[in-house]
């Protein structure tokens, strides 16, 4: 079974720039949470979908992150424009065949952004 | 609110002891307690989950053990070999739709 894909692996960009990530979950997987690990710390939830509806995004920061997921399939996530403290990884994950509470969560590579 | 805390955040073992980390939530509601293991610029990956109608999980070394009156579930790894350094995080779940929130990692060192 394939795992979770992401790409790219690395970015580095300028502050003020844009970039995007692009996510492909485990096949047949309807739950997709997309979170920020920072260095030193522990995964925080940006946003989960369950297909192409989003279950919660209270911590994403709206005004320059975007996610989507149209044909709840695979998802991108966006920011724009960039800051320094959004260097960080990007770690997909996706979750079960039918979403739930108990569901494992498996982790893509992540991305690591660099912005400078 | 949503939260959990972790200890110890660093954690140094000699080959073959145990070592024991430790997790509190501050929902009564969270009924999943995964355990990851995430080596240096990995992915996090589970290495055993507990649920809320249970009281203790094993798998070999491993061991998760849940205390729902207080709130708090540990793992613990026996024999630890130098293979077992990495940085743990726990999680629980705060939402039906499975939203892990997760601790603030502990780096475990296994000295050969």
């Known amino acids: 079974e394939a795992g979770v894909a992401q790409s790219p692996r690395y970015k580095i960009i300028e502050k003020r720039q844009s970039v995007a990530f692009w996510c492909n979950p485990i096949?047949?997987?309807?739950?997709l949470y997309w979170y920020q690990q920072i260095l030193g710390q522990g995964p925080k939830l940006l946003i989960q979908f369950q297909n192409n509806g989003v279950v919660d995004d209270s911590q994403l920061p709206k005004d320059r992150f975007s996610a989507e997921r149209l044909k709840g399939v695979d998802s991108t996530l966006k920011i724009q424009p960039a800051k320094l403290e959004d260097s960080a990884v990007y770690l997909c994950?996706?979750?079960?065949?039918?979403?739930?509470?108990?569901?494992?969560?498996?982790f893509g590579p992540g991305t690591r952004l660099t912005v400078l | 609110g949503e939260n959990v805390e972790q200890h110890p955040s660093t954690l140094s073992v000699q080959e073959g002891d145990s070592a024991v980390i430790k997790c509190t939530y501050s929902d009564s509601a969270s009924n999943y307690f995964p355990w990851y293991k995430q080596e240096l610029g990995k992915r996090p990956q589970l290495i055993i989950d507990?649920?809320?109608?249970?009281g203790e999980k094993k798998d070999q070394r491993i061991a998760v053990t849940l205390n729902k009156t207080a709130k708090h579930f540990s793992l613990h790894i026996t024999e630890t070999q130098p293979e077992d350094s990495a940085v743990y995080f726990c999680a629980g779940n705060y939402n039906q739709g499975g939203k892990l929130i997760f601790g603030q990692g502990t780096e475990l060192s296994v000295k050969p």
């Open positions: 994950a996706s979750g079960g065949p039918s979403g739930g509470s108990y569901n494992e969560q498996f």
């Open positions: 096949s047949g997987h309807a739950t």
């Open positions: 507990i649920r809320s109608n249970v």
